[in-house]
Structure formats: C-alpha cells, structure tokens
C-alpha cells in the first residue's frame, strides 16, 4: 500500500497570498488530519476531518480551513498568508474504526513565507 | 486538557550505549502513548504504541517503553544505540473515544550518536 501522500514537498509564497495543500490518505483511511510543526510551537493539531465532515478542530484562526472530498483526499487551505504561517505541515490518516489514536503521517509539506 | 512534557532537549550518547527518553504526560483517563520519530525533512514514524494491558510495549528498530501510571510516565528505551538511530523523537497522547485522532506532541528530544 502506498503511505500518506502530500503535495507539494516545498513551497514559497509572500505574505497576504494564500496557500492550499493537498493530501491522499492511504487506501481506505477515511480519516484525515492536519498538525503544523515549527520550531518555537513543536506540533499543533489543526484540524481532523472523517467522511467529509470536520470532527476536531484546533487552536488556530480562521485562515486556516480545510476541506475532504468523498475519495477521502483533503486540502488545506491558508489564506492571507503570515511570516509565522512558516511551517511544516503534516497530514495524517487512520484506518476506519480504529479510534485509537495510531497515526500514519506523509512527509510534509514545507511552506516558507516571504 | 492532556499534555506532554519531554525534558530533555537535546540527548548525546555513544554508539552501543543504551539510551532512555523520557516522557511525562497529563490525562484524566487512561491515555493512548505513543512515540513517533522523525528524521530530517521526513514526517512522523510510529515506533511504538500503548493502548492497555502490558505495560512494557515493544516496538520497531529494538525500542521498547514501560507505562508507568503511578509517575504519568511512557519512558522509551533501547539496550544498543545505532548511529542511524539519530533523529528526533516525540512522545505523544490521545485520548480514548470520540476524540480518539486528536494527539497531543511533546515538544521532542533531538538523539545524537556519537561514533
């Protein structure tokens, strides 16, 4: 089976833009979730969302949004970018019914903020 | 609210030497415990899970982990550090039920090997 997919890798915007990233969870995981990483913040959770509905949601402003489609991809989406949005942004998936916790990650998407 | 505390920062140890991390966390209930580990530029790996029963938990790459309920600790531990096992590690919880995806990271132990 092919693991967490995210794209892109690595990306730069400037601030005020917006920025959407995308995830395919591993076949058959319904469940997504995001968390951004830094260095001062460690990792947050953002957001969880599971047959297209947000369960969970953390701490974050209203820029950041998401999204799931039925084939259980989900975007994320910030918009009007700041310096702090900077980050390592990470999605995960579980398998369905497993309420477990137990995450499978992808790599990451870099976002740097000019 | 649950929480994670991993005390150390930064840990530096010879290849061959046995090494310990360790973790604390918060929880009202019976928490989930995991320990990730990332390499650079690479997302998260699971090394090991608790969920209940046995407290010592094995997991992948010669790591294992005791939950300790009376110390609110998941320590992790291997006998025989590799160089590759350079990365950082992170300790995690989630809570049991609905809110079962929502894991909450310490803020991470960076592992150096020495040769």
């Known amino acids: 089976k092919a693991g967490v997919t995210q794209t892109p890798r690595y990306l730069i915007k400037t601030r005020g833009q917006q920025v959407t990233l995308s995830c395919s969870p591993i076949s058959g995981h319904r469940s997504v979730s995001w968390y951004q990483q830094t260095p001062g913040q460690g990792l947050q959770f953002l957001f969880e969302y599971f047959s297209e509905t947000q369960r969970n949601k953390g701490n974050f402003p209203g820029r950041f949004s998401g999204r799931q489609f039925s084939n259980s991809r989900s975007e994320m989406n910030v918009s009007t970018l700041e310096l702090g949005d900077s980050a390592l942004y990470l999605c995960a998936s579980r398998e369905q019914g497993a309420n477990t916790g137990e995450l499978f990650f992808g790599e990451g998407s870099r976002l740097t903020v000019l | 609210a649950q929480s994670v505390t991993q005390p150390d920062i930064h840990i530096t140890v010879s290849e061959g030497a046995s090494l310990e991390l360790r973790c604390n966390y918060s929880y009202g209930a019976t928490p989930y415990l995991f320990w990730y580990v990332q390499s650079p530029g690479q997302g998260l790996q699971l090394l090991l899970k608790?969920?209940?029963?046995?407290?010592l938990v094995q997991g992948i790459k010669g790591f294992e982990a005791e939950f300790k309920r009376s110390q609110s600790s998941f320590n992790l531990r291997k006998p025989s550090v590799h160089w590759s096992d350079a990365a950082e590690y992170f300790c995690?919880?989630?809570?049991?039920?609905?809110?079962?995806?929502?894991?909450?990271f310490g803020t991470g132990t960076q592992l150096k090997v020495e040769l």
């Open positions: 995690a919880v989630g809570a049991q039920g609905g809110g079962g995806n929502k894991l909450t």
């Open positions: 608790y969920f209940s029963g046995d407290t």
